[in-house]
């Protein structure tokens, strides 16, 4: 079975994780990264989501943190800080540093992106193909209001620095509407046995990936079954911030209006995606927490199937349970 995920960072890359233990051997899976998480720092291209799913899958990961590696060392950053380099409130260590090195060499001796995730990848060994959505330059902003005005931050700097503590009240993925998939991505959806959304932010991970043109479009077209997991339980996101990039695009944080959001696959327009003539319902089928169970009828009732499942990735057995329920449901939405 050919099983394609859309992933963002911390909580695409767990649930990656317990779909890799979910699967039968001979299952490949691919995954499309989100970039527009992407920043340059110290003249370094950083791929936080990429390098996310790269660690956590390869055994490289910092657990407690989510990002980063394992047993990290910062001496680098306080050599930097020596000189007045910041920006101090990104922590990139040592371990991850030589990560940065290699890509940006790589890139600038003329390699795409997509040709250094897989070079990064042979080291690596996620167990997954990692695809970054595009290779062209794609970066999240976010138009805020605080004492210094209205301006747009890199969303690092929002998520980061402002810990989201000040309301969004746009995301722009600067660089999307001119961004091509990236090679390979189109043909991995259309091909696809199963495509999932895992629990990742709906707007600036998942969202991203979907801005790229013709990524969208491929996977209302495709002829797998989409089957998507909730990232909001009982009306909170899991982890991170989700709520503050919900309310900059009209939605509320509960599962039943992430899934209207994504829509029914089939449905062209939706409140919150006005985007002309791009297709905007892309769901089948979709998993909410028990705690969501009410939700299940009105998320059916707008032409998704649902079922009500425990949705925590409290460890790998719990995680691979959501993956098999996923897998379940896209089986049972089947076309
Ligand atoms: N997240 C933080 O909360 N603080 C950091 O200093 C930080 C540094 C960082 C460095 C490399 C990397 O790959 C990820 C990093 N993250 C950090 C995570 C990242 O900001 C976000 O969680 C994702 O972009 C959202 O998916």
Redesign the pocket.
């Known amino acids: 079975m050919r099983i394609v995920a859309l992933a963002?960072?911390?909580g695409g890359a767990r649930f990656l994780r317990g779909l890799k233990a979910a699967v039968a051997p001979g299952d490949e899976i691919t995954v499309i990264g989100?970039t527009g998480?992407d920043i340059h720092l110290y003249g370094l291209k950083?791929?936080?989501?990429l390098?996310?799913v790269m660690y956590t899958l390869g055994g490289g990961i910092h657990e407690e943190q989510?990002?980063?590696r394992t047993d990290e060392t910062w001496s680098i950053k306080a050599e930097m800080k020596e000189y007045g380099v910041g920006p101090e409130?990104?922590?990139?260590g040592d371990r991850?540093f030589a990560t940065h090195l290699v890509r940006s060499q790589m890139l600038t001796a003329g390699y795409t992106l997509s040709q250094v995730t897989e070079a990064l990848c042979v080291r690596w060994q996620p167990g997954v193909r990692l695809l970054p959505m595009s290779d062209d330059r794609v970066e999240t902003h976010v138009k805020i209001t605080d004492e210094a005005g209205t301006r747009a931050v890199h969303?690092?700097e929002y998520?980061?620095r402002l810990h989201a503590a000040v309301d969004a009240e746009a995301i722009v993925p600067v660089g999307a509407d001119t961004a091509k998939p990236a090679p390979g991505v189109l043909d991995a959806i259309a091909a696809a046995d199963v495509i999932l959304f895992p629990p990742s932010?709906p707007v600036?991970?998942i969202g991203t990936i979907l801005a790229v043109p013709g990524i969208r479009e491929a996977v209302a077209a495709a002829a797998a079954p989409v089957v998507g997991l909730s990232p909001i339980i009982g009306g909170a996101p899991v982890r991170?911030m989700a709520d503050k990039v919900l309310a900059a695009v009209g939605v509320e944080t509960t599962a039943e209006a992430v899934a209207r959001h994504y829509g029914p696959r089939g449905a062209v327009g939706s409140a919150s995606d006005p985007d002309g003539g791009r297709p905007a319902g892309l769901l089948d089928g979709w998993l909410v927490d028990t705690a969501d169970e009410a939700a299940v009828p009105a998320v059916e009732a707008a032409g998704i199937t649902c079922r009500a499942v425990p949705l925590l990735m409290t460890d790998v057995e719990a995680t691979a349970a959501m993956a098999r329920a996923a897998l379940e449901l896209a089986e049972q939405v089947r076309r």
Do not use: A, E
């Open positions: 963002g960072g911390i989100n998480d950083v791929c936080p989501d390098d996310t989510g990002w980063g409130w990104f922590g990139l991850d969303f690092q998520w980061v932010n600036v991970s991170g």
